[in-house]
């Protein structure tokens, strides 16, 4: 593999007849690509070129390899015309894993967007919470929320998830106004399904101050937006993004909650199997990163 560069240095000089032109078209100096020329002769152990004042000709073996070394050459060339290509008019299929709560509030606009710019890209989105395996499912991006588990896996950190408490004017109105965190201890909660404890802590942040809360109600799930629709309803307070719960604050069925505290933000990510993308994903990825951190800097 070390003797690609060298062979395709000898066929822009065996192009051009000439070092110096041949240097010029490369942006090299005329004495390095002369070095690496003669190194690569002595490497074969023939010389390929036959070099006078005013110009170069090959040999006889010059001449043969030079056959072979221009296929070479020109296929990588071709490769990296087709790879260039895709950048302008990227196609193919990508295969996208998120969980529906957040494709529903996230990739649903941004999907129709990229669909859109790009016409001959087809996709296949598989919603589910659970941690699919890029490499046997054939997966080219996960899009996951919260702390990473330790893994070979390419990561890229897109932003972060800001929430905040909420819960209907019905509820508040029945079941009384909150001036500090500690009243959430007599408030029925809706909470995140992650154990089978009856009780969850949720960890609360004003500036520097920080406090967890045990909290408890009647109603787990591991649906956000199953939650978003119980606290729209009047069942309880729940800890949602701010993005989410947007459109229901603005219609009024949701009120914000002890605004001046904020749960920790959380991590999104984009996992792929490998660094080396092919165009349509590494595209998709750009689109995604300036949508997220487009969201978190109108404070959404």
Known sequence: MELLPDMALFVAVARAKNFSVAARAIGMPVSSVSRR??????????????????????????????????????????AHGDLK????????????????????????PLFVEFARVYPEITFE????????????????VAIRVGKLPDSQITARRLGSARGGLFASPGYLARAGSL??????????????????????????R?????????????????????????ATLGIGIAALDLEMARPEVEAGRL?????AW?????????????????????LFLDCLSRNIQGIEATGG
């Open 37 to 78: 020329v003669a190194e690569l002769e002595a490497r074969i152990g023939l010389p390929l070129l036959n070099r006078t004042t005013r110009k170069v000709e090959l040999t006889e073996v010059g001449a043969e390899y030079f056959e072979r070394c221009r296929s070479i050459v020109e296929a990588a060339e071709a």
């Open 85 to 108: 290509g895709q950048l302008d008019n990227p196609r193919g299929h990508l295969r996208v894993s998120a969980t529906p709560d957040f494709a529903s509030t996230f990739l649903t």
């Open 125 to 140: 989105c598989d919603l589910t919470p659970r941690a699919v395996d890029l490499v046997a499912e054939s997966f080219d």
């Open 179 to 204: 001036a500090a965190p500690r009243d959430l201890e007599g408030h029925e909660c809706v909470r995140v399904l992650r154990s089978t404890d009856d009780e969850t802590t949720w960890t609360l």
């Open 206 to 230: 004003r500036g520097e101050e920080q406090i967890a809360l045990a909290v408890k109600g009647r109603f787990v799930a591991n649906n956000i937006r199953f939650l978003l629709q119980l």
């Open 255 to 259: 009120v914000r909650v002890l605004p």
């Open 262 to 282: 904020s749960p920790p933000a959380v991590p999104i990510h984009a996992l792929s199997p490998s660094r080396l993308l092919p165009a349509r994903t590494r």
